[in-house]
């Protein structure tokens, strides 16, 4: 089955750190990491980092200088890193990505589809 599975979360004291992964599975031959969201109960979903098409990133105010998008595509795996966190951090996080797949007509790598993980609670308190 091709999804995104999301790992790394928990429960943080204010200050604290936390590292999610977002890794493919499946039958996938790349990753084309769009980014990390987080939803707060009551709240719509929000960007927090994203991947450019150029490859640069962008973050949300709220978490610049504190968090990091980075990318293993030999592990077709992306990570949020996150650093003094804060309780207004609190939510589930979910990555998206486009995931592909190589023709095994042609050989050609194909787009699969657009996929978003499951989610995964961070909670920040003390």
């Known amino acids: 089955q091709v999804q995104l599975v999301e790992s790394g979360g928990g429960l943080v004291q204010p200050g604290g750190s936390l590292r999610l992964s977002c890794a493919a599975s499946?039958?996938?031959?790349?990753?084309?990491?769009k980014g990390w969201y987080r939803q707060a109960p009551g709240k719509d979903r929000e960007l927090v980092a994203v991947?450019?098409?150029?490859?640069?990133?962008n973050y949300a105010d709220s978490v610049k200088g504190r968090f990091t998008i980075s990318i293993n595509n030999a592990k077709n795996t992306v990570y949020l890193q996150m650093n003094s966190l804060k309780p207004d951090d609190t939510a589930v996080y979910f990555c998206?990505?486009?995931?592909?797949?190589?023709?095994?007509?042609?050989?050609?790598?194909?787009?699969?589809?657009?996929?978003w993980g499951q989610g995964i609670q961070v909670t920040v308190s003390s």
């Open positions: 998206n990505a486009d995931l592909y797949y190589r023709s095994g007509r042609d050989g050609s790598i194909r787009l699969r589809d657009n996929y």
């Open positions: 991947f450019n098409s150029d490859g640069s990133t």
């Open positions: 499946g039958s996938i031959f790349r990753i084309n990491a």
